[in-house]
Every structure is written in structure tokens, then in C-alpha cells.
């Protein structure tokens, strides 16, 4: 089969591999689509030991398996069922095993990849292929989010929403909020492509680093540290900041008196346990002409170098990578 190899220094290579061999519960995915996502900018630039991609969309190719042919997203968490979170339906956050598909086991930046059976979300057919991969990050993690936090600050009660980083989670995120019954959304974000979209989806612009507002509940999405430590400043007494971007650096803060002098809920969520899936499958079902907005484009694996710097850049917001 095709894959990409991330080596590191920005490079991606195209090489020639084996079929993966399915272990004992898994079995062999096709791969249709697989979304490009801002956290494979570090396999990009540190190198990857296996093939990242983790919003991955593919058909079971398993001939007499009972799944055989069946459309199916991968859930990356491998989760064993039975430890005390996977029995409160945290699946994400499984005790026993803590291996991520696309991280710690290969993932789809190839054309197969082996998945074990319980990582398989069965995609219904009037779901398109190039729509499957956002129920991942860009509706499941932001939705997650924000159903996490939400009885702190209850929908219904008065007061602005800020959601910072219009990427493709913050944009998701805004479509959670207003799913979930929030108005008066801001949103912040450097680049004027992103404001726009994030307008035309709904959102009134905050102007990034100021603090002259404040939001009951903020949806940290861009993983910058200025974005997070602002937030602490600017979420209003009794409120909710919330962390869903991600940042491996150290992370500095100089508390001062909007941040030490009042009550705030901080907050940190990841991924989503898989039994929201269903209900996000119903959001993606009846929205589909706003989350298609987010999906720039689809190229083939010979692209995937050029393609993903492109992305990295910021020029792109959801593309991907299609196995046609
Ligand atoms: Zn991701
Ligand atoms: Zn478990």
C-alpha cells in the first residue's frame, strides 16, 4: 500500500509498506478520507515513529468478517470497556489502555490501517464522505466541550460566549454553542478569512487581546498561550474558561488582579466519549450546507506534502486527503 512517512523538519515522504496485519479484534480499514488536523504540525516538524492521521473515515475491507464493507469513522482512544471510566461512558479517557489511533498506533495518512472492532463508529450512508471526518475533532471534541461546562453556565442565563481560534474546532465550537442553545457569540482570531467565516456562521469579532469585555464562557480553541491567559482575565466571575486547543510548551502566567481576584471555573476537556456520537451525527444530518463550508478540499496522497504545508500555513481550513 501508499503511505506517508513524517521523518520530521517539515517533510513528509511517500513510500511503499505492507498491508497492515489486523491482530486478534481488529480489523483492516480502507481508507476513504482523512482530515488534516493543526495537531499533526508536531509529527510534521519532530517526526512520527508511525504514520499519523487521526480523523479518518474508510470502509471495512475484511472479507467473511460481519463488518465487511461497513463505512465507519475511527474513535482513536482504544478503550477496554470495563475499567471504572469506560463504565461511566468515558471511553475517552479509558484507565487500562491509553494508546491513541494516529499517535500511538498508525493512522491515515495511509491507504489501510488495522483498527480494533470497538473504534469503529458505523457512519450512515446518507452521511457523504468528505462531511464523515468532521463528527471527529470539529464536531465531537467541541461539542464535548462545551455539553462538559455546560451546567456551569446554563445556556438559558444572560451573557456574551467567546470562542478564541477560528480554525475548524472554533468553528466547530461556535455550531455547538448555538446547537446547544448559547447566543451572543464572539469570537477572536488573526486572520480576516476566518473572521469572515466565523461571521457568516453567526459569530460577532472580538478584537484578539482585548480585555475590556467579559464572557461567561469562553471555548479556548487556539492553543496560544496569550489566547489562554487572557482568558483567565476576561471570563466573568462565575465563569467557565474552558481548554480545547492544545500546546506543548510551557505556559507562563503572571497572575494579576483580573485573574486572582474572583470565582472562575478553568476547565480542560479531550476528544469526546463515544456515546455522543449518535446525537452529533444529528447535527451533522441536518446542517450540512454550513459544516461543508469548512472542507476546502480534497487531493490525493501524492499532494499530502504540498498540501499539508499549505495547511500549516493557515491557508486551508479542513482538507483532505482522499483515497478515490
Ligand atoms: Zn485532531
Ligand atoms: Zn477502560
Redo the contacts with the bound molecule.
Keep these: 500500500m501508499h503511505t506517508a512517512v513524517f521523518p520530521g523538519e517539515r517533510r513528509i515522504m511517500l513510500a511503499e509498506a505492507p498491508l497492515p496485519v489486523p491482530a486478534a479484534g481488529e480489523v483492516l480499514l480502507r481508507v476513504r478520507r482523512t482530515a488534516l488536523c493543526g495537531s499533526d504540525t508536531k509529527p510534521w516538524v519532530k517526526g512520527a515513529k508511525v504514520t499519523p492521521g487521526h480523523e479518518i473515515f474508510g470502509i471495512v475491507e475484511q472479507p467473511g468478517h460481519r463488518l465487511h464493507g461497513q463505512r465507519s469513522l475511527v474513535y482513536i482512544p482504544v478503550?477496554?470497556?470495563?475499567?471504572a471510566?469506560?463504565r461511566l461512558g468515558d471511553t475517552h479517557m479509558?484507565?487500562?489502555?491509553s494508546l491513541l489511533m494516529g499517535w500511538d498506533k498508525p493512522g491515515g495518512y495511509a491507504e489501510y490501517l488495522a483498527v480494533p472492532e470497538q473504534c469503529l463508529l458505523p457512519v450512515p450512508d446518507d452521511i457523504e464522505d468528505d462531511l464523515a471526518p468532521l463528527l471527529l475533532d470539529t464536531i465531537g471534541t467541541t461539542a464535548h466541550a462545551v455539553r462538559f461546562v455546560m451546567p456551569l453556565v446554563p445556556p438559558a442565563e444572560p451573557g456574551a460566549v467567546l470562542v478564541t481560534g477560528a480554525g475548524p474546532v472554533g468553528l466547530g465550537g461556535i455550531v455547538a454553542l448555538q446547537n446547544l442553545g448559547y447566543r451572543d457569540i464572539f469570537v477572536s482570531d488573526l486572520k480576516e478569512e476566518r473572521l469572515a467565516l466565523a461571521e457568516s456562521f453567526g459569530a460577532r469579532r472580538h478584537p484578539v487581546g482585548d480585555a475590556t469585555q467579559k464572557f461567561r464562557l469562553i471555548v479556548e480553541c487556539s492553543g496560544a498561550h496569550a489566547a489562554r491567559s487572557l482568558g483567565m482575565e476576561i471570563v466573568a466571575p462565575r465563569g467557565v474558561l474552558v481548554l480545547v486547543g492544545e500546546n506543548d510548551n510551557p505556559w507562563p502566567v503572571q497572575e494579576n488582579k483580573a485573574i486572582r481576584r474572583k470565582d472562575f471555573h478553568m476547565v480542560r476537556t479531550f476528544y469526546f466519549p463515544v456515546g455522543d456520537f449518535a446525537a452529533n451525527v444529528e447535527w451533522l444530518r441536518r446542517d450540512k450546507t454550513r459544516y461543508r463550508r469548512l472542507v476546502d478540499t480534497c487531493f490525493a496522497l501524492p499532494a499530502l506534502p504540498e498540501m499539508f504545508a499549505r495547511f500549516a500555513a493557515g491557508e486551508l481550513v479542513k482538507p483532505m486527503l482522499a483515497f478515490d
Design positions: 478503550f477496554c470497556g470495563h475499567c471510566s469506560c479509558c484507565q487500562t489502555l
